[in-house]
Nanobody
Framework: QVQLVESGGGLVQAGGSLRLSCAAS????????MGWFRQAPGKEREFVAA????????YYADSVKGRFTISRDNAKNTVYLQMNSLKPEDTAVYYC??????????????WGQGTQVTVSS
C-alpha cells in the first residue's frame, strides 16, 4: 500500500504561483507513476499531469501545458506540481495519485486526500 499526502495549496491571486507537494510512504515510491488531478465544484475530476517512475516522461493536459510542471524526487518520496501563471479557472481541489501503470493506462491505485487551490481575480 501507498499513502499519499498533498500539501502546498492555498489562496493566490491570478498570475501568481504555487508549488504543490505530494509525500508518499509505504511501498517503494520509485515503482509508481504519479499523476495530478483536480476537481472543481460541480465539475468532473480532470487529469492535470503525470510523470513516469523515473521522471523521464511527463504528460500534461492542454489546459495547463506551458504553465504547470510536474517533477519527482524519488530520494525524498515526493512528487511536485509547480503551478505558474495561475488563472481563476485553475481553482479546484488537487489530488495526487500513484499507479504502477498509471502513465500508460490511466489507472491509479492510490490517492491522496486533496489540497485546495483557490485563485482569485
Amino acid at each position: 500500500q501507498v499513502q499519499l499526502v498533498e500539501s502546498g495549496g492555498g489562496l493566490v491571486q491570478a498570475g501568481g504561483s504555487l508549488r504543490l507537494s505530494c509525500a508518499a510512504s509505504g511501498r517503494t515510491f520509485s515503482s509508481y507513476a504519479m499523476g495530478w488531478f483536480r476537481q472543481a465544484p460541480g465539475k468532473e475530476r480532470e487529469f492535470v499531469a503525470a510523470i513516469s517512475w523515473s521522471g523521464g516522461s511527463t504528460y500534461y493536459a492542454d489546459s495547463v501545458k506551458g504553465r504547470f510542471t510536474i517533477s519527482r524526487d524519488n530520494a525524498k518520496n515526493t512528487v511536485y506540481l509547480q503551478m505558474n501563471s495561475l488563472k481563476p479557472e485553475d481553482t479546484a481541489v488537487y489530488y495526487c495519485a500513484a499507479g504502477v501503470y498509471g502513465l500508460t493506462t490511466g489507472i491509479y491505485d492510490y490517492w491522496g486526500q486533496g489540497t485546495q487551490v483557490t485563485v482569485s481575480s
